[in-house]
Structures are given as C-alpha cells and as structure tokens.
C-alpha cells in the first residue's frame, strides 16, 4: 500500500511539474485581425457547454500556467457577473496538464471561482488562439470578428486593459 502511495506521489508531483502550454498544431495558422473567431466548442469549469456568443466584447485567453496565474487575482476581484456584463470571456488551455490532475485538483478548485472559464482540454482546442508564453493574449471582437489582438504579462497591464471594457 505503502509503494501505491508512494508512486502515485511521484506520479502527480511530476505530471504537475510538467504543466504548461501544450504545443498547438502548427499547420493551424492562428485566427487574426479581420478575421472571423472560429466557434471554440468548449465547457466550463462545472462541464457546462460555453460559447463565445454574440455579446461578447473580449475574450482574454490564457496559453500556460503563467497565464492563468496572472488573470486569475484580477478576474477574481472583479467577479464573474461584472465580466460578463462587460461582454468579457475567459478562456484557458489545460491541454498540457495530466488528466488525472485535471480531475483530481485543477477543476475542483476552479469550481470555486468566482468567474466562468471556458476550458480547452486538447491543444487543438485553442490552437487557432494567437499566444505568447507567460502572457494573456486579448482579442478584442466586433460582431464575432477579430477588431484588436494585444498581449499583457502583468497585473496592472490586464486592469488598464479591461478598463474600458468595464466602463458604462
């Protein structure tokens, strides 16, 4: 019993270690201004189908780890019900982390949140998501199409953005 243990302790501590973003499909070019945002298909933390409907305004897409830890204190303080009045959408790419992981840890606490986050399970999932490592990309819409691609790396950089976002 002892060894199950203690393997399955090795096991989570270095799949967990190894989180990060998943390589994307490289034969998939990423989605660009002008362009039209492909229907993602994704479900949200609680399993519930999400989509990046008509009303949305912007959607913040975090690529890694790094990332999600940096939206995740702003998006937190503001709440999911003013994100979503500001046509503001959540979307994180969990492909690199363990399955068992995911289930075990990630998507309890994520349920805790006081926001939604539309979750991409498989790389392909986002791979049409323009990314930088360590940053959350913006991609601003107008009627479902690309209006604004910019990336943020900091705290500050993310409230400046979402700021006219949050204004009446």
Known sequence: MLGLVLSLSIFLGLGVADIGAAEPDPSVQPVGVGQALPELGLTDQHERPGEVGAGTRLVLFAPDRESSELAHGVLEEMGGETLEQAGVRYVADISAMPGLVTRM?????????????LLGREAADTAMLPRRDGELTLIGLEAGSVSDLSYVGTEADLRAALAPYLTP
């Open 105 to 117: 840890f990630a998507l309890p606490k994520m349920r805790d949140y006081s926001y939604s986050m």
